[in-house]
């Protein structure tokens, strides 16, 4: 896959973050924030994806109840009001 440079400017702070991870994995600054971005772009479009199943939900009228849902939380354990 080509792949083409971008710049972008951190703080201090980050970049000494940035080193301690990199140093600690054994990889490149660069290494990381490619696996980061990467990270980030899947989950972004995986949480994009729920919210529109999610909103098909709604539209088709598959919901519950608050009622509904906390007896589901007690049948788990929990104690709700």
Known sequence: ??????????????LARLDEIAKGLGKSRTAVIKDAVANYLDYDFWFR???AKGLTDLDAGKTVTHEQMKNT?????YHVD
């Open 1 to 14: 896959m080509q792949t083409t440079s971008i710049s972008a400017r951190f703080d201090a702070e980050t």
């Open 49 to 51: 994806e729920q919210v």
């Open 73 to 77: 939380v007690r049948e788990l354990g």
